[in-house]
C-alpha cells in the first residue's frame, strides 16, 4: 500500500492515497513535521487570531493603495494567473480524455480505369462516395483514469495557492518597499542636519580662530568634517532614488524616482495575538500548494502502478463506400463493426516499472518538500515575534541614547563657546547625536518591515479583492502578423 499522508502535528492536512503492489509490498510515504506546540515560542502573545486586514496595523491609507495597485498591476501575478488558467485547462483536457472518443468524416473522389468492350478499350471515370465514423473507449477497470484526474485537479489546487502566495509575497515586497522609501528620506533629512550642524561647528571655529583662541588644525578639522557630512547627503540622496525606482518597478510604472513620500515611519505597538502555529497550516498558500503537489505526486504514482493491469478498450466503426452520394447517407448501407479488447503488457523494457518507481521517489521528494515548507513556515513566525519584541527593546534604547545625545550636544556647544573643551568634543557629541537620531529611524523601519514579515509569514492574505479579469489588459502583450 502506497500512502501519501501530509501530517501535520495532531492535524491531517491533505488526503490520502491508497495503493497495492503487484507483489503484495506495503510502501507508506508519510510527510510528519515535527508536532507544534500549543502556543508560539518566541513571545508570550494571545492565542487569537490577529486582524484579516493586517494593512491597518499600519493607519496609512497611502500604504494601502499602493499595495492594491502593485497586486492588481503585478507582472507575476498576472502571469501566474494565466499558469492557472493552463493547468485549469489541462485539467479539463485529462478528464476529457477519459470520456468516450468519437469522430465523424466524409470521403469524396473519383476513379478512372480502363476496361475493354466488344474488343475495344475504353476509359469509364465514376466519382466515389463515402461516410465514415469511429467510437473509441477506454472502460477505467482499476481507476487509473480517475487518478490521473484527480492528480490534474490537485496540480490545479497548487497552482491557485500559488497565485494566492504571489499577491502575498507582492503586497509584503510593496509594503516593505514603502517603509524603505520612508526610512531613505528620514535618513536623507538627517543627513542633511548634518550638514547644517557642521557648518553651525564650522562657524564657531572661524570666529574663535580670527580672535586667536583656535588653530589652524581646528579649523581644517572642521572643513574636513563639513565636506564629509555634504558627501554623505549626496549618498543618502541617491539612496532615496533607488528606493523609489525600486517602489515604481513593483506599482508596474516607469523607474523614474518621482513617487513622493511623507518620510514617516509608523510608531507600532507590540504584536498581541499570534493565533496557534496550526493556524499557519491552514492559512500559508505555499503550504497548501505543497500539499496538492504531495497528493497529486501520490495519485500519479498510483496511476503507473496500475498501468502494470490489463485496459479494457472498445472501439467501433461505421462507414460506406458508394458511387451515388444518395446511396453514402443510406444506413442500410452502412457497414459496421464492433470490438472489445483486453489487452495487458508483456514486456516492455522495464519502462512501466521504472516509470512507477520513478512516480514513487516523485512523491517522496515532495513529502520532504512539504515538510521543509513547514518548518520554514514555523520558523519565520517565531523569528518575526521574537524580533518584534527585541526591535521594540532597541528602539526604546536608541530613543533614551538619542535625547541624552541631543543634551550632550547642547553642553558641548555651550562649553566650546566659551572655550572649555576642543573641536573635537563638539563634533564628537554632534555624531554621537546624529547617529542616534539615525538608529532611531532604522529601528522605527526594521519593526515595520517585520511586522509585514510577520504577516506575509502565518499566511495573512491580501486582505482586499482581486480583479480575476486579466484578459486583454496588461504589460504582456502578444502580436500576431498573419500573412
Not at 510608531?267 to 497528493?295: C, N
Not at 490489463?310 to 470490438?339: H, K, M, Y
Not at 504589460?475 to 500576431?480: D, K, L, P, R, Y
Request: with cysteine.
Amino acid at each position: 500500500m502506497l500512502r501519501i499522508l501530509p501530517l501535520t502535528g495532531l492535524f491531517l492536512m491533505g488526503g490520502c492515497t491508497g495503493v497495492q503492489t503487484l507483489g503484495g509490498e506495503s510502501i507508506s510515504i508519510v510527510a510528519v513535521p515535527p508536532v507544534a506546540p500549543a502556543s508560539w515560542q518566541a513571545t508570550d502573545v494571545s492565542p487569537a487570531a490577529p486582524a484579516t486586514d493586517w494593512l491597518t496595523d499600519f493607519e496609512d491609507p497611502v500604504l494601502s493603495d499602493l499595495v492594491r495597485e502593485a497586486v492588481e498591476k503585478s507582472t507575476r501575478r498576472r502571469g501566474q494567473a494565466f499558469n492557472v488558467r493552463a493547468v485549469r485547462a489541462q485539467a479539463r483536457a485529462v478528464y476529457g480524455r477519459t470520456l468516450p472518443n468519437a469522430s465523424l468524416g466524409g470521403r469524396l473522389g473519383a476513379t478512372s480505369n480502363f476496361v475493354e468492350i466488344a474488343g475495344n478499350e475504353d476509359r469509364i471515370n465514376s466519382d466515389l462516395y463515402g461516410l465514415e465514423g469511429s467510437l473509441s473507449w477506454q472502460v477505467d477497470l482499476w481507476g487509473r483514469l480517475a487518478a490521473g484526474t484527480q492528480a490534474a485537479e490537485a496540480d490545479l489546487a497548487s497552482a491557485e495557492a500559488q497565485l494566492r502566495a504571489v499577491e502575498l509575497s507582492v503586497a509584503g515586497e510593496t509594503a516593505i518597499a514603502w517603509f524603505d522609501l520612508n526610512e531613505a528620506l528620514a535618513q536623507e533629512e538627517v543627513a542633511r542636519e548634518t550638514v547644517l550642524a557642521r557648518q553651525r561647528a564650522l562657524e564657531l571655529t572661524e570666529r574663535r580662530f580670527s580672535r586667536g583662541l583656535s588653530t589652524a588644525l581646528d579649523v581644517r578639522t572642521a572643513r574636513t568634517t563639513l565636506a564629509s557630512a555634504e558627501a554623505a547627503v549626496a549618498a543618502r540622496q541617491q539612496a532615496r532614488e533607488n528606493a523609489v525606482r525600486r517602489l515604481e518597478t513593483l506599482l508596474v510604472r516607469y523607474p523614474a524616482a518621482e513617487l513622493a513620500a511623507p518620510g514617516e515611519l509608523p510608531r507600532l505597538a507590540l504584536i498581541d495575538s499570534a493565533g496557534v502555529p496550526a493556524d499557519v497550516l491552514r492559512r500559508r498558500p505555499d503550504i497548501l500548494a505543497d500539499e496538492a503537489t504531495l497528493t497529486a505526486a501520490g495519485l500519479r504514482a498510483e496511476q503507473a502502478r496500475l498501468a502494470l493491469y490489463p485496459a479494457l478498450n472498445f472501439s467501433g466503426s461505421v462507414s460506406t463506400s458508394e458511387g451515388q452520394l444518395s446511396d453514402a447517407l443510406n444506413p442500410e448501407r452502412l457497414a459496421a463493426s464492433l470490438i472489445a479488447g483486453l489487452a495487458a503488457p508483456v514486456f516492455n523494457g522495464g519502462a512501466l516499472d521504472a516509470e512507477r518507481e520513478a512516480a514513487i521517489a516523485r512523491a517522496r521528494a515532495a513529502a520532504e518538500a512539504y515538510v521543509s515548507t513547514v518548518l520554514t513556515a514555523w520558523r519565520e513566525v517565531e523569528d518575526a515575534l521574537a524580533a518584534d519584541r527585541l526591535i521594540a527593546l532597541q528602539e526604546a534604547a536608541q530613543a533614551r541614547a538619542l535625547e541624552q545625545a541631543r543634551l550632550a550636544e547642547e553642553l558641548a556647544e555651550r562649553q566650546y563657546t566659551n572655550g572649555l573643551v576642543s573641536i573635537f568634543n563638539l563634533i564628537d557629541s554632534q555624531t554621537r547625536r546624529l547617529n542616534a537620531e539615525s538608529s532611531v529611524i532604522a529601528a522605527r523601519a526594521a519593526r515595520a518591515s517585520n511586522r509585514v514579515r510577520y504577516h506575509l509569514a502565518r499566511g495573512g492574505g491580501v486582505p482586499f479583492p482581486i480583479s480575476e479579469n486579466i484578459v486583454g489588459s496588461g504589460s504582456g502583450q502578444i502580436e500576431v502578423n498573419l500573412p
